[in-house]
Protein backbone atom coordinates (compact mmCIF):
# COMPACT_ATOMS: atom_id res chain seq x y z
CA UNK A 1 0.00 0.00 0.00
CA UNK A 2 0.86 4.09 -0.91
CA UNK A 3 0.84 6.41 1.42
CA UNK A 4 0.75 10.18 0.14
CA UNK A 5 3.22 11.83 2.81
CA UNK A 6 4.64 15.21 3.38
CA UNK A 7 7.92 15.25 1.80
CA UNK A 8 9.20 18.78 2.45
CA UNK A 9 7.97 21.90 3.43
CA UNK A 10 9.60 25.42 3.39
CA UNK A 11 8.19 27.21 6.53
CA UNK A 12 7.13 30.66 6.64
CA UNK A 13 8.40 32.33 4.06
CA UNK A 14 7.88 35.73 3.05
CA UNK A 15 6.59 36.63 -0.36
CA UNK A 16 8.74 39.03 -1.92
CA UNK A 17 7.16 39.31 -5.36
CA UNK A 18 3.67 38.64 -6.93
CA UNK A 19 3.93 38.30 -10.60
CA UNK A 20 0.28 38.65 -12.51
CA UNK A 21 1.44 38.71 -15.83
CA UNK A 22 3.58 35.41 -16.17
CA UNK A 23 2.18 32.10 -17.28
CA UNK A 24 2.14 30.47 -13.20
CA UNK A 25 4.12 29.13 -10.81
CA UNK A 26 6.10 30.20 -8.06
CA UNK A 27 9.70 31.32 -7.93
CA UNK A 28 11.95 30.19 -5.30
CA UNK A 29 15.51 30.83 -4.55
CA UNK A 30 17.50 27.89 -5.63
CA UNK A 31 19.08 27.66 -1.97
CA UNK A 32 15.44 27.10 -0.72
CA UNK A 33 14.60 24.70 -3.47
CA UNK A 34 17.72 22.60 -2.83
CA UNK A 35 17.39 22.87 1.29
CA UNK A 36 13.93 21.54 0.65
CA UNK A 37 15.08 18.80 -2.28
CA UNK A 38 12.98 20.75 -4.55
CA UNK A 39 12.92 19.48 -8.11
CA UNK A 40 12.10 22.47 -10.66
CA UNK A 41 8.32 21.75 -12.01
CA UNK A 42 7.48 19.62 -9.10
CA UNK A 43 4.03 20.10 -7.88
CA UNK A 44 3.74 22.11 -4.57
CA UNK A 45 0.79 23.49 -2.74
CA UNK A 46 1.15 27.25 -1.27
CA UNK A 47 -0.71 28.24 2.32
CA UNK A 48 -0.77 31.75 2.74
CA UNK A 49 -0.83 32.12 6.53
CA UNK A 50 -2.32 35.96 6.17
CA UNK A 51 -5.44 34.83 4.33
CA UNK A 52 -6.08 31.29 4.38
CA UNK A 53 -5.68 30.68 0.41
CA UNK A 54 -4.33 27.08 -0.74
CA UNK A 55 -3.14 27.03 -4.18
CA UNK A 56 -1.34 24.13 -6.65
CA UNK A 57 1.36 25.50 -8.35
CA UNK A 58 4.67 24.27 -9.71
CA UNK A 59 8.85 25.25 -8.61
CA UNK A 60 10.24 27.23 -11.01
CA UNK A 61 14.06 28.51 -10.47
CA UNK A 62 14.81 31.70 -8.82
CA UNK A 63 18.86 33.21 -8.46
CA UNK A 64 20.45 31.65 -5.86
CA UNK A 65 21.34 33.92 -2.75
CA UNK A 66 18.09 36.26 -4.03
CA UNK A 67 15.75 35.04 -0.84
CA UNK A 68 12.76 35.37 -3.95
CA UNK A 69 9.44 33.74 -3.30
CA UNK A 70 7.22 35.26 -5.94
CA UNK A 71 3.53 33.72 -7.00
CA UNK A 72 3.39 33.79 -10.66
CA UNK A 73 -0.05 34.30 -13.44
CA UNK A 74 -3.15 33.68 -11.30
CA UNK A 75 -1.64 32.37 -8.12
CA UNK A 76 -0.50 36.51 -8.05
CA UNK A 77 -4.15 36.74 -6.97
CA UNK A 78 -4.06 35.27 -3.83
CA UNK A 79 -1.06 36.69 -2.13
CA UNK A 80 0.64 40.37 -0.93
CA UNK A 81 4.04 41.14 -0.77
CA UNK A 82 4.83 40.48 2.45
CA UNK A 83 2.48 37.61 3.03
CA UNK A 84 3.80 34.30 4.84
CA UNK A 85 3.14 31.03 2.89
CA UNK A 86 4.23 27.66 3.70
CA UNK A 87 5.65 25.63 0.22
CA UNK A 88 4.18 21.82 1.01
CA UNK A 89 5.91 19.03 -1.56
CA UNK A 90 4.12 15.47 -1.27
CA UNK A 91 5.92 11.71 -1.91
CA UNK A 92 4.38 8.48 -2.51
CA UNK A 93 5.88 6.51 0.55
CA UNK A 94 5.20 2.59 0.69
CA UNK A 95 4.29 1.40 4.19
CA UNK A 96 7.20 -0.61 4.33
CA UNK A 97 9.50 2.60 4.17
CA UNK A 98 7.22 4.69 6.73
CA UNK A 99 8.97 3.69 10.08
CA UNK A 100 12.58 5.43 8.01
CA UNK A 101 10.71 7.77 6.33
CA UNK A 102 11.81 11.42 7.62
CA UNK A 103 10.45 14.96 5.66
CA UNK A 104 12.67 17.86 5.00
CA UNK A 105 11.01 21.23 7.00
CA UNK A 106 13.13 24.41 6.26
CA UNK A 107 12.57 26.96 8.57
CA UNK A 108 12.95 30.52 7.29
CA UNK A 109 13.25 33.90 8.86
CA UNK A 110 11.69 37.04 7.60
CA UNK A 111 13.86 37.59 4.73
CA UNK A 112 13.60 33.64 3.66
CA UNK A 113 17.08 32.44 4.95
CA UNK A 114 17.61 29.61 6.10
CA UNK A 115 17.27 29.34 9.98
CA UNK A 116 17.48 25.45 10.60
CA UNK A 117 16.43 22.04 8.53
CA UNK A 118 15.14 19.48 10.02
CA UNK A 119 14.40 15.58 8.76
CA UNK A 120 11.25 15.34 11.08
CA UNK A 121 7.84 17.07 10.92
Not at 3 to 9: A, H, I, N, P
Amino acid sequence: MMFEMLYSKIHRATVTDANLNYVGSITIDRDLIDAANLKIGQKVDVVNINNGERISTYVIEGKRGSNIVCLNGAAARKVQIGDKVIIISYVMVDEKELSDFKPYVILVDEKNCIVKKEESI
